[in-house]
């Protein structure tokens, strides 16, 4: 969420940055309801003012044996006017507040303008294209001949687009899960998190999902709950309305959660395999940070996420997004895609974010400095990494003429336990 006072002072600003994303929003209706909360608050601020010097004259007209029933009625006409103005100060902030919370975050001057992703911007690649001297086959071809995915299954318990994993599958799941937790917890430096997979509505409005997304995401019926779409919302709500000492930052945490995610609107595109699924598995990376740090502590989350695929042995590239791919919360992301062999296309394994204050303000997380002074910290998060499309890339890039697939070194002794 934007400050307010920001907006007024830097509207120009708002419209450009709207107008670079792609999105349509009333800005001047915004500032004009903010002038007229702010002329009711001063209204209600002279009337108290008026109250309370009439009140005071009472002792003194009783001092004098003056009859004071007008005063009381001309006091009980002004409260009532007071209440009256409050409610619609009231009303006006509470349109105010939903307003702001569709207004996105403002991107970062590094990123490249543009009204959608053909305008990203590749930054650098990593690895080599494998050959192959065979017809490399795709993930859902090796998957029913090593029989480790049952997709028919899938729908059949739950519908189109869950993954039932089975077997050598199952396990390669659990075997990412704690290769990639093992890898940030002991060189990065993340301290792991099992959050909840049910979170509020304050805590989705907290992150950004809510109220613009809430369409992509499950909500359970009768209660204000959602299946978490990723960690990122339990482990950036463990410090919601909390002030942090500014010793105790940068703060990482880590997560390996299941996912779950609607996509609505994507029927039909994407939909075979692994590809876009409603539930998939994601270890998550998260950052509390000052506000002086935070772009250099993006580069270094992004270069995490990025030795997962090294350590991998997987062909990769970074890539910063336009304006107008940008997410709504973040003023800065970078997407990690990864080359599959068998579908030859580059598939995003992860994102890696920057939401300056933005987040912090809407979820009131806030660091004490040195000086005793207070502001909003920085929140980061990013993939570190999706399994589901890893997947894609590890059966294709490593897969033998016989149809088996040969183990990365570096999963090898995962896989022995």
Known sequence: MLDPKFIRENSNLIRESLKNRNMDFDISNFLDLDEKRRVFIKEIDDLRSEHNRENKKIPELKKRGENINVKLEELKKLSDKIS???????????????????????????????????????????????????????????????????????????????????????????VLMNFMLDLHTQKHGYCEVWPPLLVNRDSMISTGQLPKLEEDMYKLNGEDYFLIPTAEVPLTNIHRDEILNED???????AYTPCFRKEAGSYGKDTKGLIRVHQFDKVEMVKFTTPESSWDEHEKLTQDAEEVLQLLGLRYRVVALSTGDLSFAASKCYDLEAWTSGLERWLEVSSCSNFT????????????????????????????????????????????????????????PYMEK
Request: include cysteine; hydrophobic fraction near 40%; charge should be positive.
């Open 357 to 412: 204050d933005f987040q912090a303000r809407r979820a009131n997380i806030k660091m004490r400095r040195k000086d005793g002074s207070l502001t909003y910290v920085h929140t980061l998060n990013g993939s570190g990494l999706a399994f589901a499309r890893i997947i894609i890339c590890l059966l294709e890039v490593y897969q033998q003429k016989d149809g088996s697939i040969s183990i990365p070194d570096v999963l090898r």
């Open 248 to 254: 105790d930052l940068p703060i990482y945490y880590t």
């Open 84 to 174: 009256s103005k409050e409610q619609d100060l009231k009303d006006r902030e509470d349109k105010l507040k939903v307003l702001l919370l569709n207004i996105p975050n403002i991107p970062h001057q590094s990123v490249p303008v543009g009204p959608d992703a053909s305008f990203n911007k590749i930054v650098r690649e990593w690895g080599g294209d494998k050959k192959f001297d065979f017809k490399p086959l795709t993930h859902i071809e090796l998957a029913e001949h090593l029989d480790i995915i049952d997709f028919s299954r899938a729908a059949k318990i739950t519908g189109s687009n869950f993954i039932l994993f089975k077997g050598f599958g199952a396990k390669l799941v659990r």
